[in-house]
């Protein structure tokens, strides 16, 4: 099946506690990103991803760290958590790299609490 | 910066009825924009995806229309049924490719 997954789809810490989220893609896509949702806000992108080993700053990328260094995997790294990082994440991915340019595929979502 | 705005917020309708959902944005410069149904504890399901040089799309019992000179698009849905709520969002991404999204339209088709 086609699909995006992310891990854990639900996570408590502390603040300070560095902790990486994970996503991987089966479809072979080329772009995928990093959102967080928070209400009142909408979704905002963190990183983006072109290629592997391309990546780049979304809208809000500040305490956030990503790689990708195989075409399948877009792990979301928070090496100092805050408070003000809880939220619902969401990983996606396209075929096609750029934007909405194709049609994007999410995962079912991580949510983060930092206490 | 772009902004994306979603009338209404909150949408509370019997079943049958056919439904507009609005999306305006403040910079026509878009490449494209895409609708999307988010249903609660789930990811986003891409619905539509109208590209700069169309004017709609159709899948179904939904369509999309885009107006990039008035920066405004709507999705429209025949004889909505129960199954069909959920929170709309559209988004639209242009030279940046970095997306901006609405903050959604919650829908509720009642039996």
């Known amino acids: 099946e086609a699909q995006v997954t992310q891990n854990p789809r639900y996570l408590i810490t502390v603040t300070g506690k560095k902790l990486t989220v994970t996503c991987s893609q089966n479809?072979?896509?080329?772009?995928m990103s990093w959102y967080r949702q928070d209400p009142g806000l909408g979704l905002r992108q963190i990183y983006y991803?072109?290629?592997?080993?391309?990546?780049d700053k979304g809208d809000v990328p500040e305490g956030y760290k990503v790689s990708r260094k195989e075409k399948r995997n877009f792990p979301l790294i928070l090496e100092s958590p805050s408070p003000n990082q809880t939220s619902l994440y969401f990983c996606?991915?396209?075929?096609?790299?750029?934007?909405?340019?194709?049609?994007?595929?999410f995962g079912p979502g991580t949510r983060l609490t930092v206490l | 910066k772009q902004e994306v705005t979603q009338i209404p917020a909150a949408l509370s309708v019997p079943e049958g009825e056919n439904l507009v959902l609005n999306c305006s944005f403040t910079?026509?410069?878009?490449?494209?924009l895409q609708w999307f149904r988010q249903d609660p504890g789930k990811g986003l399901t891409s619905l539509l995806l109208?590209?700069?040089?169309?004017r709609e799309q159709t899948s179904g019992r939904l369509n999309a229309s885009l107006d990039k000179s008035s920066g405004r698009s709507t999705l429209y849905i025949a004889a909505s049924q129960p199954g069909d709520s959920a929170t709309y969002l559209c988004?639209?991404?242009?030279?940046?490719?970095?997306?901006?999204f609405g903050r959604g339209t919650s829908l509720i088709v009642h039996p």
């Open positions: 988004a639209v991404s242009g030279g940046s490719y970095i997306p901006t």
């Open positions: 910079d026509s410069a878009i490449y494209n």
């Open positions: 479809m072979n896509h080329e772009y």
């Open positions: 996606a991915s396209s075929l096609k790299a750029g934007g909405l340019t194709d049609t994007q595929y």
């Open positions: 991803s072109m290629n592997v080993e391309v990546t």
């Open positions: 109208i590209q700069s040089s169309q």
